[in-house]
């Protein structure tokens, strides 16, 4: 079993940065694949990032070269850091933990309560 709570999401100037932050219990944690997704008014919950167990990152196409995923096993912990937001960056972020470190929702079976991130223009 897996509990994750999410944290650090805001309103924020385009350009500006946020780290939002995803605390985990449970054994499994450090074989558990970890991800950020995100949800906007009227559209799907799409893939953000993700993270695997040997610490390889992946992100959506959309966000390379700006945001960051990292893991502290140790802590328990998963970051996105997100740099030279856009207001299209608008949506609530969820963390989530799965055996698989895919782009799709359906492959994670534990969930964050979401964070707000508004981006203003």
């Known amino acids: 079993q897996v509990q994750l709570v999410d944290s650090g999401g805001g309103l924020v100037q385009a350009g500006g940065s946020l780290r939002l932050t995803c605390a985990a219990s449970g054994r499994t944690f450090s074989s558990s694949a970890m991800g950020w997704f995100r949800q906007a008014p009227g559209k799907d919950r799409e893939f953000v990032a993700a993270?695997?167990?040997?610490?390889?990152?992946y992100y959506a196409d959309s966000v390379k070269g700006r945001f960051t995923i990292s893991r502290d096993n140790a802590q328990n912990t998963v970051y996105l850091q997100m740099n030279s937001l856009k207001p299209e960056d608008t949506a609530i972020y969820y963390c989530?933990?799965?055996?698989?470190?895919?782009?799709?929702?359906?492959?994670?079976?534990?969930w964050g309560q979401g964070t707000q991130v508004t981006v203003s223009s």
């Open positions: 989530a933990a799965g055996r698989l470190g895919t782009s799709r929702v359906k492959d994670y079976a534990y």
């Open positions: 993270i695997i167990w040997s610490g390889v990152p």
